[in-house]
């Protein structure tokens, strides 16, 4: 299944429903958790510490579908990118918040997707090769 066009489509649409997934927590938050400075820490904090569970999900979905853990994580975050930019540009609301707090929740969004990345990257090589 690993060299068809419909299997490099899975990871697109399993971090699309990722971040459908986190939009709905997102929504769960008061605004004043992305207005108030010291709440709004929180929030990135919380961003960072939901990357190390996302990335270990994602490797280990990318067996099942017989594909490479590291392209099948890039891949599952450039879906959750698409469908949050195009959900903060055609429909902010779906995360639950406006005005202000709504451009928070996009950084807070754009602040938890490069930490995947960065977890990525910092993962030890062995670890890499287990997930293999």
Known sequence: MANTHAARLVPLLIGVV???AFAGVLRLFPEEMFLATGKRIVMFALAALAAPPTVFAM???ARPFGQDPGSF???A???AIAFDSIATGFAPQ???HQGPASHVVLAVIVFGLF???LVDQVLPARERENLR
């Open 73 to 75: 994580l890039y891949a």
């Open 59 to 61: 490797r280990r979905l």
């Open 77 to 79: 975050n450039t879906g």
């Open 18 to 20: 990722t971040a459908i």
């Open 94 to 96: 779906v995360y639950g």
């Open 115 to 117: 930490s995947i990345l």
